[in-house]
């Protein structure tokens, strides 16, 4: 299974764009690269994901290097909401069932200061 | 999307007694995960529970200690069974709708 890497902290002042990276550099060629992000006592919230192009919505940005080693999530215009837990997950298929299941690492502790 | 509920929403349990965790789904989901969240740590997988059939549990977690059902597809329960205080964590549901996964508010479990 890949896995990845990630800071454990970060700090982003409000208004400001929040650049989270991820070291994926196991990913196989068919595997997405998904960001998920949990506020405090919270069940995680789905952001992106995405699998070679870069992709937009709403709530983020993801930029994946060309080699797919890597990526970076992009808020856009941090607010003190976006004060979250940011987990980069690598989707993997189980057990020959063709099921897919979310691994999650450690993720980086992103913090939005006024 | 989905909209996912857990019951309770937090219990505090005597050592070695058991507490069953429900999950409920509106819409019908072939493939619902558990996962448990212990204090300041990340997610770690305890199963996937398909409809129909027996739960494919993660290295380091047994049927024994954490017994599935999957009655529907917009049900699931986990049993947390002989608890000890190291059971202590948030225990999520969490079903696949499409490319997307999505995760209940948890249950957070105390034993003492």
């Known amino acids: 299974d890949a896995k990845t890497t990630q800071p454990p902290s970060m700090d982003c002042a409000e208004g400001r764009a929040a650049n989270l990276p991820c070291n994926h550099s196991t990913i196989s060629g068919n595997e997405y690269v998904y960001w998920y992000r949990q506020i405090h006592s919270q069940g995680p919230q789905y952001i992106i994901h995405g699998l070679k192009n870069n992709e937009t919505n709403e709530m983020a940005s993801l930029i994946i290097t060309e080699d797919r080693k890597s990526s970076t999530l992009i808020l856009p215009h941090a607010t003190l909401r976006d004060t979250a837990v940011y987990y980069c997950?690598?989707?993997?298929?189980?057990?020959?069932?063709?099921?897919?299941?979310?691994?999650f690492g450690t993720g980086t502790r992103l913090q939005v200061f006024p | 999307s989905a909209v996912i509920s857990q019951k309770p929403s937090r219990d505090i349990c005597q050592r070695g007694t058991s507490l069953t965790i429900q999950c409920q789904v509106d819409?019908?989901?072939?493939?619902m995960f558990w996962y448990r969240q212990q204090p300041g740590q990340s997610l770690t997988l305890i199963a996937t529970?398909?409809?129909?059939?027996?739960?494919?549990?993660e290295s380091g977690f047994v049927i024994d200690k954490f017994p599935i059902s999957r009655p529907n597809l917009t049900f699931s329960t986990l049993t947390v069974s002989n608890m000890s205080p190291e059971d202590s964590s948030i225990y999520l549901c969490s079903v696949q709708l499409g490319h997307e996964q999505y995760f209940g508010p948890g249950t957070r479990l105390t034993v003492t």
């Open positions: 819409s019908q989901v072939t493939m």
């Open positions: 997950i690598v989707r993997v298929l189980s057990r020959g069932f063709n099921t897919d299941k979310l691994i």
């Open positions: 529970a398909n409809q129909g059939s027996e739960a494919t549990y």
